[in-house]
């Protein structure tokens, strides 16, 4: 097998929209993801992968264009009838979506790793790049949310994102789990074969945050720290999904690529923002990182695969250059 020419950190929907554009710029076979796990969750007894699953979904053209999660076209019928039992159905899997979980739990159950459960769930759905879990143990990102109590309540992940609507104030984020994991299958070599790291825009807390968490895998990005480059989900102070310009700011972090750099410095040399965040070039410089100014809010595949050419080639970039 060919080795990866890059390999992305990935959470969700941000990371998925991105390497739609990366198996355009490089050929899909030689791009590795390592994605985040750390959001699993077991329910009505099956393996969710959430990540892993919108990633494959949407390097597959199957995700539905509405949510950035789950596919297109689903029907919600086996939700139906768990209502009939008074089951929770808070957190919606879709009756074609389930296959997935259904295919995964029954491998897991066989004996097989996640990542082998992984590497069939991607090929069915003619995926051709290479997604890894980033470890095929328990880790679980809990949440501290703020309400009446003295220390607040620590919730799972999907309970504070899905269960909660994000909708509350949070106080603390761990993942639980993480200082024993063991990094997936693969997942250190990638990291320290391919020519290019990227970081993805996702989440820094709850999405790359886990994975710079499994030990070793923050490692081998400092020690090549030169060829790592970060894109900011931070645009014009603003997350593009989801809740991580409140997140950073409740948890004490600056809500603009400043925050963002000062959270990537020590594992990445280069962060790229958007064209909206140039004024602020100077700020992520004085965090001790190279600032790139390009477009990054991927309205459509074009953008994405003119940003993944940019992230390719910022060997070539003067620092602080406008691509
Ligand atoms: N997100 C929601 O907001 N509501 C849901 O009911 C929901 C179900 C769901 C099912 C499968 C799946 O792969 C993802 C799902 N998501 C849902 C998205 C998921 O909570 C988030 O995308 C991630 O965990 C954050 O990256």
Redesign the pocket.
């Known amino acids: 097998m060919e080795p990866p020419l890059v390999a992305v950190l990935a959470?969700?929907?941000g990371a998925a929209k991105l390497l739609r554009g990366m198996v355009r710029a490089v050929p899909g076979h030689r791009v590795t993801a390592v994605v985040n796990t750390a959001?699993d969750l077991v329910l009505h007894g099956l393996h969710?992968s959430?990540?892993l699953?919108?990633v494959t979904y949407t390097l597959a053209g199957e995700v539905n264009p509405e949510?950035g999660?789950?596919l297109r076209g689903e029907t919600w019928q086996a939700m139906d009838a768990l209502e009939r039992f008074g089951t929770p159905t808070?957190?919606?899997?879709g009756d074609r979506?389930l296959g997935t979980h259904l295919h995964r739990t029954g491998r897991l159950a066989a004996g097989v790793g996640l990542a082998e459960a992984t590497r069939e769930v991607a090929g069915a759905w003619g995926v051709e790049a290479t997604l890894l879990p980033m470890t095929e143990d328990r880790v679980a990102t809990m949440v501290t949310v703020d309400d009446d109590t003295a220390d607040g309540t620590e919730v799972g992940?999907?309970d504070y994102?899905?269960g909660l609507r994000h909708e509350v104030a949070i106080r603390s984020v761990r993942f639980a789990g993480a200082d024993s994991a063991r990094p997936g299958p693969g997942v250190l070599d990638a990291l320290r074969d391919a020519p290019t790291v990227v970081v993805a825009p996702s989440n820094p807390i709850v999405?790359i945050g886990p994975l710079l968490a499994v030990p070793g895998v923050a490692d081998v990005l400092a020690d090549r720290r030169s060829e790592v480059v970060a894109v900011s989900p931070i645009v014009d102070g603003a997350a593009l999904k989801?809740p991580a310009d409140r997140m950073l700011r409740e948890l004490g972090h600056e809500p603009s690529v400043a925050g963002v750099a000062r959270l990537y410095r020590d594992v990445a040399a280069t962060l790229v923002v958007d064209r909206a965040d140039a004024g602020l070039a100077d700020a992520v410089e004085a965090e001790g990182m190279d600032c790139v100014v390009t477009d990054t809010v991927m309205t459509d595949v074009d953008v994405a695969t003119d940003l993944c050419r940019t992230l390719l080639g910022i060997g070539d970039q003067a620092p602080g250059g406008t691509a």
């Open positions: 959470g969700g929907v959001d969710v959430p990540d699953d919108t949510t999660w789950g808070w957190f919606r899997l979506d992940f999907q994102f899905v999405s989801g």
